[in-house]
């Protein structure tokens, strides 16, 4: 236990906390405010900001009785491009896939993908698909659309395929969950969430230490509040 203690202070986002901390003690000026930086980034780094930050995003965020007659649309998380087995599906992604892949087994529902790309990149959700159909899922069973950039995008052109009266169940991941309801909800009248799993729980005592994976969350979790805010302030 002491040697992830230590060594969670030898790399960042730890080794950094160090650093503004030794700044402040060293610095005759500005001490208070290199001192406010460390505090800020030992949260973003450690289970106390995910408690602030992470928790209310997955606050309440239940699974819901599916509804009949349904389509699952699974939002893209991201892709690694060129890597040396070429377009990869990111894990978030790939767990986001797999929800929906587990619900069409249990149901028959049809597939929407909804992920875009940049212009000479084959989007998103074109290499969701191939995965899909390695899997096994039947090519009819699948939709595709590839040409949002965001969330909100994800909505308004997943509306042109299947129209708002459709009910739809949503599959992406808990933390991205709540900003992708408050849009899909302006465009359907039946929206299912379906979280993809979750990511607080409770914590190991070296969790409340600098390590990256909490970073990482919270880091997502800022994102995610940010664009809450951003689509309230544009009626979105």
């Keep these: 236990m002491l040697q992830k203690i230590i060594g969670s202070f030898l790399i960042p986002p730890g080794i950094l906390i160090l650093f503004l901390v030794f700044g402040a003690f060293l ?17 973003l780094s450690s289970y106390p900001g995910e408690f602030f930050l992470l928790r209310p995003l997955e606050k309440n965020l239940t699974f819901s009785t599916l509804p009949r007659n349904a389509v699952i649309v699974v939002l893209g998380g991201g892709v690694e491009r060129g890597t ?25 529902f049809p597939v929407l993908l909804s992920g875009g790309g940049f212009s000479q990149i084959k989007p998103e959700a074109v290499v969701m698909k191939e995965y899909l159909l390695s899997l096994g899922v039947s090519e009819k069973d699948i939709l595709v659309e590839s040409r949002s950039k965001n969330t909100y995008e994800n909505a308004i052109f997943t509306k042109e395929i299947l129209g ?33 799993g979750c990511y607080f729980g409770t914590p190991e005592f070296i969790d409340f230490f ?19 805010l951003w689509y309230n302030l544009k009626g979105r």
């Design 27 to 43: 610095l005759k000026r500005k001490k208070w405010f290199y001192l406010v930086l460390a505090v800020l980034l030992y949260l």
């Design 84 to 108: 040396r087995l070429g377009d990869s599906l990111k894990d978030s992604t790939l767990r986001r896939l797999m929800a929906g892949f587990q619900i069409h087994k249990e149901t028959g």
């Design 164 to 196: 708002g009266d459709t009910p739809i169940i949503l599959v992406t991941d808990s933390i991205h969950m709540r900003r992708a309801l408050f849009t899909f909800k302006r465009f359907f009248k039946t929206v299912v969430p379906y979280p993809a």
């Design 210 to 228: 600098p390590n990256s994976t909490s970073f990482y969350l919270n880091s997502r979790a800022v994102y995610e509040w940010i664009g809450i």
